[in-house]
């Protein structure tokens, strides 16, 4: 167990709607990633949220949209959903924003939310 | 774009064998890490190392890097039925804190 929450584990839904993908980060990290991973196109960084900022952005398109919360968790919006859009939406946290000199560390995963579109 | 690209796409090999799995990857980074993924789960972290490191070890687990050449590698020694899962290379290019994953090596190991 990473200590990462996310929910709902799966989703089903129909072209054109909106879904909100939750994640608890673990304990104390204050920043959180969202990847988007699909058959074809991999693992696919979408956006970092740090204490709440916006820090990067990846491949996320526009009807996309995400947000960091005071107590830390953070929601992916996804709306106008496509055929496409469906994939294994994952969270990830880590302790804190090492800044590009030192790099990345370690990132602790949730089991994803898998997302259905019909 | 994938930063880093894996090599073999899939490996399959009997319990107590080696596997070795590469990642090519094409600019400056500073770290690379190596996660596991069981099927449809979430990733896993196996290992860091540095850009200034060559080689280091964990367990089982024996991972290269190569700056010159931009790659990596990663070798379980004594494969178990339970390793069997996808492995994925991820680097962070020099000046960026984000991860970039590859698309991953998928390994079955046969009792």
């Known amino acids: 167990d990473s200590g990462v929450t996310q929910t709902p584990k799966h989703l089903i839904t129909a072209t054109g709607q909106r879904v909100t993908l939750r994640c608890s980060p673990r304990?104390?990290?204050?920043?959180v990633y969202w990847y988007q991973q699909s058959l074809d196109q991999g693992l696919q960084f979408l956006i970092q949220y740090y204490n709440g900022e916006e820090r990067a952005k990846g491949n996320i398109l526009e009807r996309f949209s995400a947000q960091q919360f005071p107590d830390l968790h953070s929601e992916l919006n996804l709306s106008s959903l496509e055929l496409g859009d469906s994939a294994l939406y994952f969270c990830a946290s880590s302790p804190q924003d090492r800044g590009g000199l030192v790099g990345a560390g370690e990132l602790f995963f949730g089991e994803g939310s898998r997302l259905t579109v019909l | 774009s994938q930063q880093g690209e894996e090599d073999p796409q899939a490996l399959s090999i009997q319990e107590g064998e080696n596997a070795t799995m590469n990642c090519s990857y094409k600019t400056s980074i500073n770290n690379l890490q190596w996660y596991r993924q069981n099927s449809g789960r979430g990733l896993v972290h196996l290992i860091l190392?540095?850009?200034?490191?060559r080689e280091k070890h964990s367990g089982r687990l024996r991972v290269t890097l190569d700056t010159s050449k931009k790659s990596s590698s990663l070798l379980i020694t004594a494969s178990r039925a339970a390793d069997t899962a996808s492995y994925f290379c991820a680097t962070d290019a020099r000046g960026y804190s984000t991860l970039t994953f590859g698309k991953g090596t998928m390994l079955l190991v046969s009792p």
């Open positions: 190392i540095r850009s200034n490191e």
């Open positions: 304990s104390g990290d204050l920043s």
